[in-house]
Nanobody
């Protein structure tokens, strides 16, 4: 069974940095796009950043210049480096990926999320 497991969340002061990682595990044949979303209390889930298998990236306006997404295809892992964090970045961060399991078709998968709290 394919799983996405996030790690690296926690509490940080405003202006600080935090790094998240998300590893895909299971019987995986291929992974296409990977990304990070977030959901703050009372708000809808929103895209933070995405990266293609080839390394092309896309960022939401509210994180451009502060967050960096990267991936290691050999490790089936995507990363999110978050710098200059603001209290409004507080949210549960979710990993998302398009994965083709062995002997199956591509599907869209979500991790369970990791909480990032930025104190002012």
């Amino acid at each position: 069974q394919v799983q996405l497991v996030e790690s690296g969340g926690g509490l940080v002061q405003a202006g600080g940095s935090l790094g998240l990682s998300c590893a895909a595990s299971g019987r995986i044949f291929s992974i296409n796009g990977m990304g990070w979303y977030r959901q703050a209390p009372g708000k809808q889930r929103e895209l933070v950043a995405a990266i293609t298998r080839g390394g092309s990236t896309n960022y939401s306006e509210f994180v451009k210049g502060r967050f960096t997404i990267s991936r290691d295809n050999a490790k089936n892992t995507v990363y999110l480096q978050m710098n200059s964090l603001k209290p409004e970045d507080t949210a549960v961060y979710y990993c998302n990926a398009d994965i083709m399991p062995l002997f199956s078709q591509f599907g869209n998968y979500w991790g369970k999320g990791t909480l990032v709290t930025v104190s002012s």
